[in-house]
Structures are given as C-alpha cells and as structure tokens.
C-alpha cells in the first residue's frame, strides 16, 4: 500500500509542483485566494474528484470527495498570502502537500474504506476560514483531518508534544476632539496620544508576562495632518496565549492598558473583535506516531520536540473537535523566521518541493496507516460519528 501511494505521488508530481510554483508567483490574500482556488480545483476534477466550490457560502473554499467508505478522512488546504509579503508561510508548499496526497489517495479510497475529502480553507493568515466552516458544517461526519506547515530548518519532524497558540485580533478606537493644533490645542481631545499611551504602557507590560505569551499591535490611524489635534486613533492589536484561560486573562490586562489611556487622555474607547479566536493546537498522538513513522523512512529528524511551538492557526479549531495533525515540514537551509522576505523566496526552492513531495507521501501513509488499523479506525469513525460534538458561536 506504501509503495502504492508513493508512486501515486510521482505520478502527479509535475502538475502539482506546477500548481505550488503558480500560487507562490501569484500570491492572493485572505478571501481573495481566486486563482489558487481554481488551480486547485481543477487539478482535482482531473483526478477524479467530485468538486463543491463556494463551500460554506465563502467564493474561494471548496469540498472535493472521492470515495464513499465509513472513515471520512479530511486533508486540509490553505493557500492565502501575507499582505505585502508574499507566500513568507509557505502556504503554496501546504497546498502542494495536501493535494498530491490527495491525489495519490482518490484511486485506494473505497479499497481503504474511506470517504477522502480535499476541502479548500480560505483566509488562514487572516480571516479564519476553517473557523467559518466549521460552524457551517463543512466538517460534519469527519472523523480525522490533517494538513502540513513549513517552518525554518531545524525543527523536528516529530509532532508529538507541539502546539500553537490561541489567538484573538481586535481593532481599539480611541475617539477624541479636533481643534487648531496651534491656535486652540487646548480645546482638543488628542486621540493620537491615546494610541501613544496604549503602546506604552503594553510594551511595558510585556516584562510581567509569561514567555509563552504575545501580544502585537501596530497604529493603523493617528491623525491626518499636523494642524489638526487628532481626533480618531486606531490601533489593531492581537493577544496570543497556549491555552484559552491564559488568553482571556492576558486579555483583560491589555484591554485596561488601552482603558488606562482613554483616562488619562480623555478619550473614549471602543473594542471590538477583528478576526474568529482561534484556539489552541491538539495533535492526535497516533496519528502523530503514523506520521513520525513515515518522516523515519525519509530520515528526517524525528527526535521529540523541545516544547510548545509559537503562532497560531485556525487549524486549531479543528483540532479541538476532529482527531487532527499538524505536522511541522522543516525546510533544508531555511534559517530565516517565517513570515519574511527571505522565507517567501526559500518556499519556492528546490529543496522546499523536495520536502513537499515527502510531507505528501507521509500524510497519505498516515491515512492508510489509520485507515486499517482496527483500533485506529474504530476510534475515528467514532470521532466522526460524534462531530459536530459541541454548540458554536459566532
């Protein structure tokens, strides 16, 4: 069966190196991602999927199925860029992997005895598409799901004892009074000094924070013209934290930097939420053993992780309801960070679709390795049968 699924991934290895090439030289952002979506797809159809586009009433996610088995195996796809940066996540090496995996899988499904779905999930970096489906409904009945992140080199192949953090995006608005800034500026309420406070006093709060805690921000509005006092500052800022109650109280100290500011400036202050939350990362166990197993036979590095991995992904939403794996793909001579420049140039290497094609093979092995082994298979079409498992909301 191995060796099947490998030949499979050679087998479509030219179009779907193709495909990744395509969607890093033509980089989308979040709900935006119109050619990558329609290059994916019709790779699909042509191996024999059966395609549902605009799944969840969102115009770039699709659902493509091959099979009809009592398992409903889910590989995930996300190819959305960053905003003046490019594919620096490598998102086109996570659509390359999912799809030859995919592709190689269609042709074994009902002799494994799974439904395979190939479901297109927009907007990652920003957004929350898996989010947005999941409500929906587009991962009803999936009883495990699994996808690929590339990261600099040097990281372990082993999942096992990784995570991501949660993460919360929200928009602070600070509303002051315009005046002459040279003429009356004691008759204006400075809402760019608000903004100003704010920042101040988080950077200063990040010294009594845990290390495993973030929080970024950035001033998207101050102003307009130096004459004028500001009467409107906007900051957009994120808080990130491994589990949700270390969130909501890190949180709840940021919103009184921001409150503590509209005091001292005379502002008022609004917050509002930007984005989905999305939650922490939980990688199954055994199907983090399946996907170790397989990086051995390349002889990748599978020694256990150090500790709890940094960022975030809406993958971890899934995770928190479907058996889920989210392996890391290391990339060979990648030190750089990911999200920068350099990254974005390292994604569309040589060395990166080599790695690809591996994480390809290991993901379809991993799916057949569940897939029939009669405990594995037990426990997920389990999993499958209790999902949806809890109410949501918006």
């Given at each position: 069966?191995?060796?099947?699924l ?42 024999g ?34 905003p ?12 390359g992997?999912s799809?030859?995996?995919a ?34 409904g587009a991962f ?15 990281v372990t ?15 602070a ?12 500026p ?16 988080i ?20 102003g307009?013209v ?6 409107r500052a906007?900051?957009?800022f ?53 996907w ?5 036979v390349?002889g ?7 500790g ?32 920068s ?15 690809m ?9 991993t799916?057949a ?7 594995q ?7 499958g ?10």
């Open positions: 069966m191995h060796a099947e490998a030949a499979g991934i050679d087998h479509w290895r030219e179009k779907v190196q193709a495909l990744a090439v395509d969607i890093h030289a033509h980089p989308e952002l979040s709900f935006e991602e119109v050619r990558a979506s329609a290059g994916i797809t019709s790779l699909l159809r042509e191996g999927f059966s395609v549902e586009t605009g799944t969840s009433g969102l115009a770039t996610a699709f659902s493509a199925t091959a099979g009809s088995g009592d398992l409903t195996v889910a590989l995930c796809i996300e190819y959305d860029a960053l003046g940066i490019g594919h620096a996540c490598g998102h086109n090496l996570i659509a992997a799809v030859a995996a592709l190689a899988l269609a042709p074994l499904a009902d002799k494994l005895g799974i439904t395979l779905k190939a479901i297109g999930t927009p907007a990652e970096e920003h957004g929350g598409g898996k989010v947005l489906m999941l409500e929906d009803d009945g999936v009883g495990l799901a699994m996808m690929v992140h590339p990261v600099q080199d040097g192949y082993n999942p096992a004892g990784t995570s991501a953090q949660a993460v919360g995006r929200y928009r608005t600070f509303t002051g009074k315009a005046a002459h800034a040279a003429a009356a004691h008759l204006g309420v400075n809402a760019a000094d608000a903004a100003v406070i704010s920042q101040v006093a950077g200063l709060l990040r010294q009594q924070i845990p290390g495993d805690q973030r929080v970024g921000l950035y001033i998207a509005e101050a307009k130096t004459n004028i006092i500001p009467e906007v900051v957009e994120e808080c990130r934290a491994f589990t949700l109650p270390a969130y909501e109280a890190l949180l709840v100290r940021v919103r009184r930097c921001f409150e503590g500011a509209a005091l001292a400036t005379g502002t008022e202050l609004a917050v509002e939420s930007t984005e989905p939350l999305y939650e922490p990362l939980l990688q199954d166990d055994e199907l983090a053993a399946n170790t197993a397989a990086m051995d390349f990748k590095d599978t020694t256990p992780a150090a709890m991995g940094g960022g975030s992904t809406d993958m971890g939403n899934i995770s928190q309801i479907i058996p889920s794996l989210h392996p890391w793909l290391s990339i060979p001579g990648a030190d750089v960070p990911i999200h420049h350099d990254f974005a140039a390292l994604a569309n290497t040589p060395e990166a679709y080599a790695v094609f591996e994480a390809a093979t290991a993901l379809a092995w799916t390795d569940a897939a029939i082994n009669p405990d298979r037990s426990r997920f079409i389990a999993a049968h209790a999902n949806p498992s809890k109410e949501f909301t918006s």
